[in-house]
């Protein structure tokens, strides 16, 4: 069982849906991150946290807006979305110092019609 | 900049061995493995750091070697529970202490066991 928890694990929304996505980690990690990834492709980086502070934004749209609470707290906001941002998104934490591996929850399945 | 891994896809009978070849055009300070297997959570294999270091994970190992800039994962033996795709992930700023979890990964590589 993996010590990241996301909720929910599918979701189905219109283009004019406000919806969000929340994960949970009690391992003490420090750092948080969001990926998205396609059907048959590798994640790729949205959002870091680290120390509860938005460290990386790899040039995400706006449509997408991340927000940190706490340490073990992480949510991704979700507002006016296209279909082609239909994808898992995965949220992952770490120790937060270099090399610190990824541990991952088991995604989110957003479907938007 | 991704990481280039090779093969793309590979089918294996139970105990036969593989091999999977990741390499970077950029200079490399650290790689990472991860197996996702369908449906579910990449899970961290190991990391291998600037060194040419090895490392052994039960019957999965790894090298990697700077000079070449590349990274290979060995898998001896395997067994059904392997199956899965298989990516390597290195530090988008390619510096030694860089920026923590800012990984790219390589398209990765499909592993396939059978029985």
């Known amino acids: 069982d993996t010590e990241v928890t996301q909720t929910p694990k599918h979701l189905v929304m219109g283009m004019t849906n406000k919806k969000s996505l929340k994960c949970e980690q009690h391992m003490g990690h420090r750092a948080m991150y969001w990926y998205k990834q396609k059907a048959k492709k590798p994640p790729e980086l949205m959002f870091v946290?680290?120390?509860?502070?938005?460290?990386i934004n790899e040039s995400v749209p706006s449509r997408f807006s991340p927000e940190c609470p706490n340490s073990s707290l992480l949510n991704l906001h979700l507002h006016a979305l296209q279909p082609e941002d239909s994808a898992l998104y995965l949220c992952?934490?770490?120790?937060?110092?270099?090399?610190?591996?990824?541990?991952f929850g088991n995604g989110t399945r957003l479907t938007v019609t | 900049q991704q990481p280039v891994q090779s093969p793309q896809a590979v089918i294996l009978r139970e105990g036969e061995d593989a091999v999977i070849n990741c390499s970077s055009s950029k200079a490399l300070y650290s790689v990472h493995w991860y197996r996702q297997k369908h449906g579910e959570a990449p899970v961290f294999l190991m990391i291998?750091?600037?060194?040419?270091e090895q490392k052994g994970h039960d019957k999965i190992s790894a090298s990697f070697n700077e000079k070449k800039q590349q990274s290979s994962l060995y898998l001896t033996a395997s067994q059904l529970s392997y199956s899965g795709t298989y990516f390597c992930?290195?530090?988008?700023?390619?510096?030694?202490?860089?920026?923590?979890?800012?990984?790219?990964f390589g398209k990765g590589t499909k592993l396939s066991v059978k029985p």
């Open positions: 291998l750091l600037k060194g040419g």
């Open positions: 992952a934490s770490s120790q937060g110092v270099w090399n610190s591996p990824l541990h």
């Open positions: 992930g290195t530090d988008r700023t390619g510096e030694y202490g860089g920026s923590q979890g800012n990984l790219i």
């Open positions: 946290y680290s120390y509860e502070k938005l460290s």
